[in-house]
């Protein structure tokens, strides 16, 4: 799901419920959500994140 | 007076906890009506418990610095008997039936409870405006908050309703407030001290510490919360500032901030430099993604703990802490993931900073404690929200689990303090101590 279509489905549900105050702050959170799917680490998902990019002894 | 000064007093009969205990209550029933500090003071209690601590010294029965001591817990730490309302009319009726683990060592060490204290309701948020029991108001300004969530436990340590104090960090509740009031917060490395009995915001990044008025004293605290085998019987000495190895976080943590907080960060900077102390420059690469990786867990985690009683009793919460709540439901599973992810990345870097460095520095607070009711505030580089701001300095070591402590190193022209904060490696929280203890006593003589 991209974030503008979870955006869409969430601004729909809140006014479903009638939280029409949780909308603008939604928008908030969606801006957060791109940058974070835009960190680069999600560009290597099959890395260790705790590797620092050197081969450990055991590997060689 | 602190603590470690108090201490010997009352263990050699000069002073009687019963006379401290009344100070402090008397300094509540005095300060409280305006200050809002407390939620609830448990004086009759806490009048005979100091007896008891008394009679107990008297009789050459001595458990420690904290025996006697009069000191406060924040209202979201169980103590058995009383109420725990987190800050939340959610929970009002609530009683704790024992204590949290961390209060029954500190009872252990024979501390007297005076009261519990005022926190943004269920500490999710950084000013102590949103509590179902009222505003608590900062005793330098009492038009500003006195920060947060933990603002009701700084309170009482500055103005001496209670001497030491127990808070939670769980994106820098414990060293925003401290640094805001004054005073010194010190959030231990995570996983340090239980968290059981204690209401959790996030548990993967919440934290139990003390508050108090010197350095020395938040080591008393803290070394009495600890399990008993790691606990030590001496305060820690002082490390020599000559030589002292300090890294300065460059970039993301000093380019938002206030005018007069830089000021004071800097100087006290160079005036460490200029006591001997090495000084370089250490960075952390993804410091731009910290607050959404943030974000995205404490709102995936507190939607999980509020998810029944956002349904059964929404009207319960203060509008913004609930609106925040309702917000946290719409996470998605895979952006938590993703933020876990980046929690990961963002502890490896924080151990790659302080390579070859003893301790790590930077501001506690971007800004002196906001007025109450400011959604914004100006900053260098522009105008930020107050909350993004409040949490920008402190929240990467909660992601990182790291050490770290808030120290006052100075005030604004209008009086207000500023903090500056030193991180530590992991399992070396003695280590990180003994460095601000050097820090303190520069910054006292200076």
Redesign the interface.
């Known amino acids: 799901?991209t974030v503008a279509e979870?955006l869409a489905l969430?601004r729909a549900?809140?006014e479903k419920r009638g939280?029409p105050?949780?909308i603008p702050?939604?928008e908030g959170?969606a801006k957060?959500?791109t940058?974070?799917?835009a960190?680069d680490?999600?560009d290597d998902?099959e890395r260790d994140?705790?590797d620092?990019g050197e081969v450990a002894d055991d590997d060689r | 007076m602190t603590i470690a000064e108090l201490a010997p007093k009352v263990a050699a009969g000069t002073i009687t906890s019963e006379k401290l205990t009344e100070n402090c209550l008397a300094t509540i029933a005095d300060l409280n009506p305006r200050l809002n500090a407390f939620i609830t003071v448990t004086a009759d209690l806490a009048l005979a418990r100091a007896r008891q601590a008394d009679k107990e010294i008297a009789g050459g029965r001595r458990l420690g610095p904290l025996h006697g001591i009069p000191i406060s817990l924040k209202d979201l730490i169980d103590l058995e008997g009383m109420p725990t309302t987190a800050g939340s009319l959610v929970r009002k009726d609530h009683v704790a039936t024992t204590d949290a683990v961390v209060t029954r060592r500190l009872r252990e060490a024979g501390a007297v409870f005076v009261g519990k204290t005022n926190l943004h309701e269920f500490a999710f948020g950084t000013t102590t405006e949103d509590s179902g029991f009222g505003p608590a108001r900062n005793p330098h300004d009492p038009s500003r908050s006195p920060g947060g969530s933990s603002g009701g436990s700084a309170i009482a340590v500055a103005t001496g309703m209670s001497l030491g104090t127990v808070g939670t960090d769980t994106g820098g509740s414990i060293r925003i407030p401290a640094a805001a009031c004054g005073i010194v917060g010190l959030k231990p490395e995570w996983g340090r001290i239980s968290a059981t009995g204690v209401v959790p915001l996030s548990r993967q990044l919440d934290h139990v510490g003390p508050l108090a008025a010197s350095v020395a004293d938040a080591w008393i605290l803290y070394n009495a919360m600890q399990p008993a085998a790691a606990r030590v019987r001496e305060l820690p000495d002082a490390a020599a500032v000559k030589g002292l190895r300090i890294g300065v976080l460059a970039g993301y943590l000093f380019d938002r901030l206030d005018a007069d907080v830089e000021r004071s960060v800097r100087g006290t900077i160079e005036l460490l430099k200029s006591k001997g102390a090495t000084v370089t420059e250490a960075a952390l690469p993804?410091a731009d993604?910290m607050?959404?990786?943030y974000?995205?867990l404490v709102?995936g985690d507190a939607a999980e703990y509020h998810a029944r009683t956002l349904e059964s009793r929404p009207h319960d919460y203060t509008p913004n802490v609930r609106?925040?709540l309702?917000?946290a439901r719409?996470?998605?599973a895979e952006?938590y993931i993703?933020?876990m992810?980046?929690k990961?990345?963002i502890a490896?870097e924080v151990d790659?900073a302080l390579e070859g460095v003893d301790v790590l520095v930077c501001p506690a607070l971007s800004i002196p404690a906001p007025p109450i009711g400011a959604v914004t505030m100006p900053v260098k580089g522009g105008v930020e929200a107050v909350r993004t701001l409040m949490l920008r300095c402190t929240q990467p070591f909660n992601l990182s689990g790291h050490p770290a402590i808030s120290l006052p190193c100075g005030n604004t022209p209008t009086g207000l303090p500023i903090g500056l904060q030193l991180v530590g490696h992991k399992g070396r929280t003695h280590a990180l101590v003994q460095a601000a203890l050097a820090v303190e006593a520069v910054i006292s003589y200076s």
């Open positions: 799901m979870w969430a549900n809140a939280l105050d949780l702050v939604l959170l957060a959500t940058q974070l799917r960190a680490w999600n998902a994140p705790k620092d | 993804h993604d607050a959404t990786v974000l995205h709102f609106l925040r309702e917000m719409y996470v998605l952006d993703r933020a992810r980046g990961t990345i490896h790659r």
